[in-house]
Each structure stands twice: as structure tokens, then as C-alpha cells.
């Protein structure tokens, strides 16, 4: 069974910085890829960042572009969502995601296999 925890989440003012991490466990974790998703209060969950694991492709959503930076640590199966020049529109619930095989794009949640309980980020103005 494969577990994915999610951590670093909280309370940071507008402008402010976080580090998200997921760490990836299990008897015989291999995995295509991992990304990170939000769900803000009555929206639907969004794609924010998504890494593969071999040749290191990486994708951003527009609206973190230039702020969020995903990077991955093969050796510890963990990957992180640095968080610069938070807006409160970054306020959600977010979640990481890992899938075990290629399947062409990052961005679908219905692309992944396993998810992560998630962690909370709230962005004060």
C-alpha cells in the first residue's frame, strides 16, 4: 500500500513563503510522477505543479508560475512545492498526488493513482 504524506502547511501573511513537502512510502513504491493540487472552499480541486520522476518534466499552473517552484529528492521518494509571494487566492487545501505509470500529461486529477490527506495553507491579507 502505497501512503503519501503531505506537510508544511499554515498560516503565512500575503507576500510570505512556505515549503510543502510529500514524502512517499511503501513496500514498492515506484512512481511516473507527483504533483501537487489545491481545493479552495466551494471550488473544484486544481492542478498546481507536477514533476516526473525520470527526465524531470515539469508543469506549473498559469496562476503560480513565477512563484512556485516543485523539486523532487529520488533518494528520500519526497517532493516539494516551494511557495514565494503568497496571495490569499492561495488559500486551499492541498494535496499531493503520485500515479505508477506514464500517462502523457500531469495536469488531470483522474491521471493519478494515489493522494496524499492534505495539508492546510491559509494566505492572511
Known amino acids: 500500500q502505497v501512503q503519501l504524506v503531505e506537510s508544511g502547511g499554515g498560516l503565512v501573511q500575503a507576500g510570505g513563503s512556505l515549503r510543502l513537502s510529500c514524502a512517499a512510502s511503501g513496500r514498492t513504491f515506484s512512481s511516473d510522477a507527483m504533483s501537487w493540487f489545491r481545493q479552495a472552499p466551494g471550488k473544484e480541486r486544481e492542478f498546481v505543479a507536477g514533476?516526473?520522476?525520470?527526465?524531470?518534466?515539469?508543469a506549473y499552473a498559469d496562476s503560480v508560475k513565477g512563484r512556485f517552484t516543485i523539486s523532487r529528492d529520488n533518494a528520500r521518494n519526497t517532493v516539494y512545492l516551494q511557495m514565494n509571494s503568497l496571495k490569499p487566492e492561495d488559500t486551499a487545501i492541498y494535496y499531493c498526488a503520485a500515479r505508477k505509470y506514464y500517462k502523457g500529461s500531469l495536469l488531470g486529477l483522474n491521471l493519478y493513482d494515489y493522494w496524499g490527506q492534505g495539508t492546510q495553507v491559509t494566505v492572511s491579507s
Open positions: 514533476i516526473r520522476w525520470t527526465g524531470g518534466t515539469i
